[in-house]
């Protein structure tokens, strides 16, 4: 029986490069038999052309040389692009999967979006592709190099160990002394750049109250500890770094002067001395490449770490059987639910059932939930406990490019992205024609996107630009009902909205209604109250109560239009809560009603 395999998806895309590194292995034992030409020639110029004196010798071991320099570099170069392709391939295997593990860890961690994964590829790719992974494929030729010192003579063997050993204690103390300091640095690296980023997403609001100075000098604070650590680790380093190139040139001219002693007592001759001294050099160098290196080596590693660790915390998502089209109905099942990360609910046990087509407010004071709900209605944010079905099934059953299509969502904050006015309304998938301009008249924009520049082909930007507030929530709501989905969830669409915002928006509502659209609106604009069939009133996470509206209430005498009824027991200070925001809508009930018996007279809505 097989053992399962636990790789992630970059240990995966790192291992189909397996063959890759092979032939750069298989180029670095060439690369390294070819370093052994320049030793031999020296050998053979001192010991054989001077002694001889023979022109013809000098002139074919030249000629010989400079070939197998050609074959070297070749071979070099070889492996150098070699390693660049890695990286690249490397790139092109994993980055959506890193992409799709940052986005899903943006809503794990609400507040928290930080892009450093993507930065962490390009760190791992860069290292790949550089010249500090060549020291890992000549170090293993390390012991050949003393081997061969060894053969012309044993000292010089113990000498080239030796002056080996020394140089690889300093690169595992430069190991033990950076790690700790280069893991703070990235941090604080991290954290600093996370402080930028939400200060510039946030630079209308710095700038009008003037608070540019005080975000200032906390990032400072944060900057400067990163520097601190940066430098303290550069500086042990880069002493390391020194000692190590120093004690290189000390090595090789000592054995320069062993081999000059060893000449003199008659044990070796002249052409091995100036040997041993190149072969020296070329032992220890991939030493010295490796410290020089190292940080580079550090920063890939901790980039692997981090970037292992994500794909860990976010899975892939496994295939799923394609289900049919779902129906608007919803049903929640003792539904907990809580922000990601959070163990504290901010619903508890919430139990009811929507048919299809029914229209639904959700009130409550603040911090009642209502965002909550809205977002594990939408499957958003999973439950901790219960089950939220879309028709029959589990709605955390259905994969999330196939199931958006079918949901609309305008949340309160509206966040449009860079693009034309149709790309997004059209979700940035193929842009049908007709469903945009649908969309558009549903949510009452149309007109006014043809006041724009360049009409639906206008180009918005994701951070304001030419268009208001209200504007941009109707665009939002406009991408919301995109090929006419199933349910649509409205979080406060009132908020920004003027008089004839408000016209529009009651008139889309009538229109989803007539087409058997399922719609959730947290809302406490009396006209919304008035329109739905039914309120979800929330107060602490708990459902108060889940009662119809009766239409046609046009006297604050009369009875109240909800079923006061709380399925789960609440007290009577909720039920005086919700019934005082029913209260409020009453009063005009009749100016709704006369709404909806004529069309509003915005120049902005479609005529029938």
Partial sequence: MSKPDNKTDLQAALRTSRRAFHFVLLFSLFINLLMLGPSLYMLQVYDRVITTRSAETLLMLTLVIGFLFIVMGSLDLVRSRILVRIGNRLDMQINERIYQSTFKRALMLPGKPSAQPLQDLTTLRQFLGGNGLFAFFDAPWIPVYILILALFHPWFGVFAAVAGVTLLALAWINERTTEPLLKDANREHVMSQELAQSNLRNAEVLQAMGMLPNLLSRWKRQHYDYLLHQSRASDRAGTLTNLSKTLRTVFQS?????????????????????????????????????????????????????????????????????????VGRIQLEAVTAAPPGESRPTLTEISLQCEPGQHVAIVGPSAAGKSTLARVLLGVWSPLRGCVRLGATDIDQWPRER????????????ELFDGSISENIARFGPVDPAKVIEAARKAGVHDMILRQPAGYDTPISGTGGILSGGQRQRLGLARALYDNPVMVVLDEPDANLDAAGERALLHCLRQLKHQGTTVFVISHAPGILEHVDRVIALDEGQLVSFSPVRKGISSPHHES????????????NRERGVHSVRLRARGQAKRTDDNAATPPSSPEQPTS
Avoid: C
């Avoid at 199931?403 to 509206?414: R, S």
């Avoid at 239009?561 to 009577?572: F, K, L, M, R």
């Fill in 254 to 326: 000592l054995i320069l002067g062993l081999g000059a002693y060893l000449v003199i007592e008659g044990s070796l001759t002249g052409g091995m001395m100036i040997a041993g001294s190149i072969l020296m050099g070329r032992a220890l160098a991939p030493i010295d490449q490796m410290i020089g290196g190292w940080k580079g080596f550090v920063a890939a590693r901790t980039a692997y770490g981090r970037l292992n660790a994500l794909l860990n915390a976010a899975p892939k998502e496994p295939e799923r059987m394609p289900l049919p089209p779902p």
């Fill in 561 to 572: 239009p909800v079923n006061e009824a709380s399925p789960n027991g609440a007290t009577d």
């Fill in 403 to 414: 199931l958006g299509p079918h949901l609309g969502y305008l949340p309160q904050d509206i």
